[in-house]
């Protein structure tokens, strides 16, 4: 199964994430298929960055999100001006 989830990177007690594309018995750290934004949990969540058509497309075959990840989107979507 396909996951989109979040992988760590930063450092110690400064995380910062990337949104990937993964197969779900990977580790959380290890190589993506995809990677589809980034996140920063010390910053206002407008700033973070999702790829809004690459993410349709992932779940349009299948793949499941983390609820983190889930979440993230959801309140990304209500700071951005509707089109």
Known sequence: MVKVRLARAGSKKRPFYHLVVTDHQKARDSRCIEEIGH?????????????????????????????????????????????
Do not use: C, F, M, N
């Open 39 to 83: 996140y920063d949990p010390s910053r206002p969540i407008a700033e973070a960055k999702v790829d809004y058509a690459r993410l349709a497309y992932w779940k349009g075959v299948g793949a499941q999100l983390s609820e983190t990840v889930a979440k993230v989107i959801r309140d990304h979507s209500k700071t951005q001006p509707s089109a």
